[in-house]
């Protein structure tokens, strides 16, 4: 099993900045990716940012030049800088492991404001 410890987010005006934090606890030696989801009302979960062990990182394109994912495959950091209004979203970390295993943490509020 892995636990998942999510910190960060809140409140911001456009253009502004966050940093979100994930820690992995328990087996986190058979942790294959880690990364951030973020899903916003009406719409469905999709990916931010990820990270495999070994260290390539994969971006989706709308936050790709804006957002930072950094740390180790076991902390993560998602560092948000440029905020736009439709980055309001729960975001959630994520980890893959043990080849079929998946876990998410409880979910982080962050709202941009106009």
């Known amino acids: 099993q892995v636990q998942l410890v999510e910190s960060g987010g809140g409140l911001v005006q456009a253009g502004g900045s966050l940093r979100l934090s994930c820690a992995a606890s328990?087996?986190?030696?058979?942790?294959?990716?880690m990364g951030w989801f973020r899903q916003a009302p009406g719409e469905q979960r999709e990916l931010v940012a990820r990270?495999?062990?070994?260290?390539s990182i994969t971006y989706a394109d709308s936050v790709k030049g804006r957002f930072t994912l950094s740390g180790t495959i076991d902390h993560i950091y998602l560092q948000m800088n440029s905020l736009k209004p439709e980055d309001t979203a729960v975001y959630y970390c994520?980890?893959?492991?043990?080849?079929?295993?998946?876990?998410w943490g409880q979910g982080t509020q962050v709202t941009v404001s106009s």
């Open positions: 328990g087996r986190t030696f058979s942790i294959y990716t």
């Open positions: 990270m495999r062990r070994g260290g």
């Open positions: 994520n980890v893959f492991a043990n080849g079929r295993e998946e876990y």
